[in-house]
């Protein structure tokens, strides 16, 4: 298998940077705004399992799509759309939580399943196989298959929101994309939205894993590159990124710890807004799914709250360009949802 450390390890690309949204809004906006707050009559509609046929690659991507129902209005509009893509040993399942609140808040959410990096690898293993079977699954060859999921997914979202009689027909705004992912799926979210790699030797050295479509990206507990520059690695991002760690975010996979996941943020361009939340004490099942068990029983409840209310206030100031949105991001509302000890940073494009 080709080691992941190759296809982390990152160079430059050019690319201009998405115009920062404006965050002048009238007071009385920024007061009322609630990124939580979901309106009557709007829900998440049930989900809507689907399979992407990638011909060219001959691989199945399952995805499953949440629509969003504002029973107000009376009528379907097309809607932003976000991605996500699920850890290591997960699947279309995951993230859950999030694409409900984000689905009632207006926005087609796709969960991706990719395989080779999903469940199967743990429940199709003996059980004391497990954990070696996540860490073969852990590969630079499943990085690049997952890389390759999110522009085929994209694609086949275009013809389906053309085709007349299809459930997604005319309810996708592809315009406005949102790629958001949680540990191995931060790391595809990193390399389609802007982190940038040369691959291995000559014949890969062209390669580039950016989707021009993506227009912001959301990252749970993200990774630095495994060798090479960071400042090369993230110079060249020139979207919006949102990066969500913990103080026991690491992982016992990989050799990722809390203080390598914080040597991303430092390292993206002045020329995008950028933003990140180191959680207290939150580990890196924090931003997954609630389960019962004893690690629930660890879990503060305010750290989903928190992740909501900010991932929603994100993608509406940059997807739906919402200048009430963006104020309450980037100012002093943001931080009411936070504890004391949680770690908040804002940089504006341009306002070092």
């Known amino acids: 298998m080709i080691a992941l450390a190759f296809f982390l390890s990152l160079t430059p690309q050019d690319g201009a940077a998405t115009p920062p949204v404006p965050d002048a809004a ?5 007061e009322t705004y609630d990124p939580l707050a979901v309106a009557e009559g709007a829900a998440a509609g049930e989900p809507i399992d689907l399979d992407v046929q990638d011909a060219d690659r001959d691989r199945v991507i399952p995805i499953r799509v949440r629509l969003p129902v504002m029973a107000w209005t009376g009528v379907a509009k097309p809607a932003p759309v976000l991605l ?3 850890g290591l040993g997960g ?3 995951g993230g859950t939580y999030l694409a409900e609140h984000w689905a009632a808040r207006g926005y087609v959410c796709v969960n991706l399943q990719h395989p080779g990096s999903d469940e199967a690898v743990w429940k ?3 059980p004391l196989a497990r954990m070696a079977a996540m860490k073969q699954a852990a590969s630079g060859e499943n990085y690049f298959l997952r890389v390759q999921d999110v522009p085929a997914v994209l694609d086949r979202l275009e013809r389906w929101n053309a085709e007349e009689g299809h459930p997604l ?3 996708l705004d592809l315009s406005r994309v949102g790629m958001s992912g949680h540990s191995f799926g931060a790391q595809t979210t990193q390399a389609v939205s802007g982190q940038t790699a040369p691959g291995i030797g000559r014949r890969l050295a062209a390669l580039k894993f950016t989707d021009e479509r993506i227009d912001a990206a959301a990252i749970f507990s993200p990774s630095p590159p495994s060798r090479g520059a960071p400042e090369q690695a993230f110079g060249s991002v020139a979207v919006p990124w949102l990066l969500m760690t913990g103080t026991k975010d690491d992982s016992p996979i990989g050799q990722q710890t809390p203080e390598s996941r914080l040597n991303v943020f430092p390292h993206l361009p002045d ?3 950028r933003y990140q939340l180191v959680l ?5 099942s924090a931003f997954a799914d609630a389960r019962p068990g004893a690690g629930a029983r660890r879990r503060n409840p305010n750290h989903h709250r928190a992740i909501l209310a900010l991932t ?3 993608w509406d100031a940059n997807l739906k360009r919402d200048p009430a949105a963006a104020a309450w991001l980037n100012g002093e509302e943001a931080e009411r949802v936070l504890e004391a000890d949680d770690d908040w940073q804002v940089r504006r494009a341009g306002r070092e």
């Not at 009238?26 to 920024?30: L, S």
């Not at 207290?280 to 890196?284: G, I, L, T, V, Y």
């Open 280 to 284: 207290k004490d939150a580990e890196h």
């Open 169 to 171: 027909f005319g309810r």
């Open 124 to 126: 199709e293993a003996r």
């Open 91 to 93: 699947s279309r399942a």
């Open 26 to 30: 009238p007071q009385a906006a920024v």
């Open 312 to 314: 929603t206030a994100f």
């Open 271 to 273: 020329a995008i807004d």
């Open 84 to 86: 996500f893509s699920h």
